[in-house]
């Protein structure tokens, strides 16, 4: 398989065009004959044009690549090498919602044939792609995992805005269903990632090494974040706390706010749902998310106690909210957790107004309900920096001034003008 993949003989195949399923099938594409499938027609003609719909990436990063993009099953049964990159998000009850990865699957069982191989990068419990996966596969296709074709599991570290950690730069964990196909995965992959491969030892061990990796983070800032609210009681700055405790060698260096996304706001909750399912309720990782889950309801307390103080009629009172993306300088809104410091807002009958340089104002209407303002005010009772983006850190105590009255309080939930602010009052977490 690797050979003839290597000779052109055999194309490599991604499934899903997102943030992590274009950027593999580029990087491949420079190497290999790649087919690039996406259900979403509009995204594979702005894909064909070389444009990345997720705008993460340059056009440059389409030239010299050897890419097919398409929406046809009949192309992508010219593949034999098949990478799932779906996206596997939660319902509205932080149940899984396994149904990507399932249609993915479905695909897979219309087209792949004997000697294929199939590798899951998306984000699972452990034993989701063997249990749940592969029977629909092995179902349609009438073919046997192993006898037939081969099954892995390669996590994807794909970090949305990070141009250091790239997928070139990362160590990528490999596995299969067997020895051979264990080798053979690791040697395709080794084409694209330069840092090199870790083998596991199964599946299953892949699957919970990507899944803890986000827990461990969610459950560090759920510290940070629990950490804050229990210093501004004390009227202590929890970053000027953190800083001075960064000094110690070992420390780790996190820090509060709101935990929104693709990754660390969603996939605990794949992990605690298996274990429940096995019977054993999660306390410490379920106890961090029931924290990070609240911090929009307590950010937006916080700013609606200052107002009451100093505005006596709330439904007078106009709040700006600066950032609506899960993190800086990206205009991913997945699981942003702006949308719940919007929506707590609202339900105290305040006016919201919602910025973002690099947000889509259309998306944010469609997953959110909310528009971005275009145009802002200045007599806004209180300002909340959500991100930290690079157009926000030029701002100073004037940009502020002249957005606010005087009795505003700037909210600077990332602590980036600590020290700056002092015509308003300023609240950090």
């Known amino acids: 398989m690797?050979?003839?993949?290597?000779?052109?003989?055999?194309?490599?195949?991604?499934?899903?065009?997102?943030?992590?399923?274009?950027?593999?099938?580029?990087?491949?594409?420079?190497?290999?004959?790649?087919?690039?499938?996406?259900?979403?027609?509009?995204?594979?003609?702005?894909?064909?044009?070389?444009?990345?719909?997720?705008?993460?990436?340059?056009?440059?990063?389409?030239i010299g690549c050897d890419i097919e993009f398409t929406n046809d099953l009949e192309v992508l049964k010219?593949?034999?090498?098949?990478?799932?990159?779906?996206?596997?998000?939660?319902?509205?009850?932080?149940?899984?919602?396994?149904?990507?990865?399932?249609?993915?699957?479905?695909?897979?069982?219309?087209?792949?044939?004997?000697?294929?191989?199939?590798?899951?990068?998306?984000?699972?419990?452990?034993?989701?792609?063997?249990?749940?996966?592969?029977?629909?596969?092995?179902?349609?296709?009438?073919l046997k995992n192993i006898e037939d074709f081969k099954l892995g599991y390669s996590p994807e570290r794909i970090n949305p805005g990070d141009k250091d950690h790239t997928l070139s730069s990362i160590i990528k964990v490999v596995s299969g269903c067997d020895?051979?196909?264990?080798?053979?995965?690791?040697?395709?992959?080794?084409?694209?990632?330069?840092?090199?491969?870790?083998?596991?030892s199964s599946i299953k061990v892949a699957e919970?090494?990507?899944?803890?990796?986000?827990?461990?983070?969610?459950?560090?800032?759920?510290?940070?974040?629990?950490?804050?609210?229990?210093?501004d009681k004390m009227n202590i700055n929890t970053f000027e706390v953190l800083e001075a405790a960064g000094t110690k060698w070992n420390f780790l260096k996190f820090q509060p706010g709101l935990v929104g996304g693709h990754c660390i706001g969603v996939d605990p909750y794949y992990l605690t749902h298996k274990s429940k399912e096995l019977g054993y309720d999660s306390q410490v990782i379920l106890a961090g998310r029931v924290i990070n889950d609240g911090m929009a309801g307590y950010v937006a307390k916080k700013v609606l106690q200052h107002i009451i103080h100093h505005n006596?009629?709330?439904?007078?009172?106009?709040?700006?909210?600066?950032?609506?993306?899960?993190?800086?300088?990206?205009?991913?809104?997945?699981?942003?957790?702006?949308?719940d410091v919007v929506k707590e807002l609202k339900s105290y009958f305040l006016n919201v107004d919602v910025t973002?340089?690099?947000?889509?104002?259309?998306?944010?209407?469609?997953?959110?309900?909310?528009?971005?303002?275009s145009k802002l005010s200045d007599d806004y009772d209180a300002v909340i920096i959500t991100v930290p983006h690079n157009d926000y850190t030029k701002m100073d105590d004037k940009t502020f001034a002249s957005l606010t009255k005087k009795h505003a309080i700037i909210a600077d939930l990332k602590g980036i003008y600590r020290g700056k602010i002092t015509s308003r009052v300023y609240w950090s977490l």
């Open 2 to 62: 690797y050979q003839e993949l290597l000779d052109k003989k055999k194309k490599l195949a991604v499934i899903g065009l997102g943030y992590v399923g274009l950027p593999i099938a580029l990087e491949f594409a420079k190497n290999l004959s790649v087919i690039g499938f996406d259900i979403n027609a509009s995204r594979i003609e702005l894909m064909r044009k070389q444009i990345d719909p997720s705008q993460e990436l340059a056009k440059e990063a389409f």
């Open 78 to 142: 010219s593949a034999s090498f098949y990478i799932v990159a779906v996206p596997t998000p939660v319902d509205e009850h932080n149940v899984p919602d396994l149904v990507p990865i399932q249609k993915a699957s479905t695909t897979i069982g219309k087209v792949i044939k004997k000697g294929d191989y199939v590798v899951f990068e998306s984000t699972v419990y452990p034993g989701c792609t063997e249990e749940d996966c592969l029977p629909i596969i092995e179902n349609l296709s009438g």
């Open 179 to 200: 020895k051979e196909s264990l080798d053979v995965i690791a040697k395709v992959y080794e084409l694209v990632v330069k840092a090199g491969v870790h083998k596991a």
């Open 208 to 231: 919970a090494a990507k899944i803890i990796e986000n827990t461990q983070r969610d459950l560090n800032i759920a510290l940070m974040n629990e950490l804050s609210i229990i210093f």
């Open 312 to 339: 006596g009629n709330v439904k007078d009172a106009k709040v700006l909210i600066m950032g609506a993306t899960f993190k800086e300088n990206v205009s991913d809104i997945r699981n942003s957790k702006i949308a």
């Open 356 to 373: 973002d340089p690099h947000a889509s104002s259309e998306e944010c209407k469609h997953e959110y309900g909310f528009e971005l303002t």
